[in-house]
């Protein structure tokens, strides 16, 4: 029995994801993957039984990624919250620069782009993993906003509210980022924007550099 | 000689609209519209060169809208800022209410969702026009601004900074409106955060109403 190739299914996740992060799930075929990854058609259904089967494989290996690069080490539990507030500036930054090189353009959050795409009615899976993906990165925003006002290291907010102004300012940032295929906004704009926000001053942002 | 038929052309800019509106520009082919609109492909060709001159010609009806319907009526010089912002609020909810009604979907920023998904090579037309068609709708934006501030009607900020980062805010709850499919975080979080974000103070806004 010919055992399964995990590097032709990786190939192809890394290839869709390129795809689709520099362009659209709509606009990428299940040709044009098979053909950039140097697989054949046959193979690739023998891995996922169609597009939006790899779509949902490239956003969960996204989201691990998210998960264990990004979200675990700047919410860590041991840090001050304009601390935390600091790496995740630090961090967002530099994943959009990573990608920049990666991929020659600035994605900013691919799956707002990708669930921005996906209203219609054919895709609405979609969405919907965006939807849950976005809420599984939420938790980790809100524990952090919770533990910040019950230590009094910001103003008495409601978490949950407060976590969903910051994901729907970070979203606009990254989005014309993307819009704009630019960095410049980010540098600029991401950290004042959190800072005033979340109502942290500036004497402890200076304490925690 | 045949008299071209205009209302043709302006079927298929309706039907491309509600199509790519409602799902993406890559995910709809000149076969999708021609079908939807019950227009031959020939007839298309007549009328639109490709799906690009096509979209350009979506965008720009509806850069028309904005600017005579959003733009326009709310920035009018007559009025008191606090004023301005209140109806920038009602007239962002009552259009996508009424994209809701027309097309099925919260469309949120449908510019910004055409951008956004336009960042790999071959449509780079279409997000530098999406670009110049948020630049043209942002002069509105940062006159009233300077005109608030020269009359002390918000506190001393840069005109051009702050409009991008209203921008920017809109941006993000636009795009979370669309991927929601709700107008929940809209009704809730849009006008709190114009007023924030302008540094208006509610006994202005109170006063306007």
């Given at each position: 029995?010919?055992?399964?190739?995990?590097?032709?299914?990786?190939?192809?996740?890394?290839?869709?994801?390129?795809?689709?992060?520099?362009?659209?799930?709509?606009?990428?075929?299940?040709?044009?993957?098979?053909?950039?990854?140097?697989?054949?058609?046959?193979?690739?259904?023998?891995?996922?039984?169609?597009?939006?089967?790899?779509?949902?494989?490239?956003?969960?290996?996204?989201?691990?990624?998210?998960?264990?690069?990004?979200?675990?080490?700047?919410?860590?539990?041991?840090?001050?919250?304009?601390?935390?507030?600091?790496?995740?500036?630090?961090?967002?930054?530099?994943?959009?620069?990573?990608?920049?090189?990666?991929?020659?353009?600035?994605?900013?959050?691919?799956?707002?782009?990708?669930?921005?795409?996906?209203?219609?009615?054919?895709?609405?899976?979609i969405?919907l993993r965006v939807?849950e993906?976005?809420?599984?990165?939420?938790?980790?925003?809100?524990?952090?906003?919770?533990?910040?006002?019950?230590?009094?290291?910001?103003?008495?907010?409601?978490?949950?509210?407060?976590?969903?102004?910051?994901?729907?300012?970070?979203?606009?940032?990254?989005?014309?980022?993307?819009?704009?295929?630019?960095?410049?906004?980010?540098?600029?704009?991401?950290?004042?924007?959190?800072?005033?926000?979340?109502?942290?001053?500036?004497?402890?942002?200076?304490?925690?550099?």
């Open positions: 029995m010919p055992r399964p190739d995990k590097g032709t299914r990786q190939k192809l996740i890394e290839t869709a994801k390129t795809l689709i992060w520099t362009s659209s799930y709509g606009a990428v075929s299940v040709d044009d993957i098979c053909k950039a990854a140097n697989v054949k058609k046959g193979s690739f259904y023998h891995y996922f039984p169609s597009k939006q089967d790899l779509a949902m494989a490239v956003m969960d290996e996204y989201q691990s990624y998210k998960i264990e690069s990004i979200m675990k080490p700047v919410f860590a539990a041991d840090k001050p919250f304009a601390q935390q507030v600091d790496d995740m500036d630090d961090v967002i930054i530099k994943d959009n620069k990573s990608n920049l090189e990666i991929h020659g353009f600035v994605c900013g959050c691919p799956l707002a782009a990708l669930g921005s795409e996906m209203i219609g009615e054919e895709e609405q899976a969405r939807e993906l976005f809420h599984e990165c939420q938790k980790y925003m809100i524990n952090a906003i919770a533990s910040a006002v019950e230590t009094n290291q910001i103003p008495h907010v409601d978490p949950k509210e407060k976590s969903e102004e910051v994901h729907d300012f970070l979203t606009g940032l990254m989005i014309m980022a993307r819009i704009h295929n630019s960095l410049d906004g980010l540098e600029r704009d991401l950290k004042p924007g959190l800072v005033r926000i979340l109502g942290l001053n500036q004497k402890e942002l200076v304490a925690a550099e």
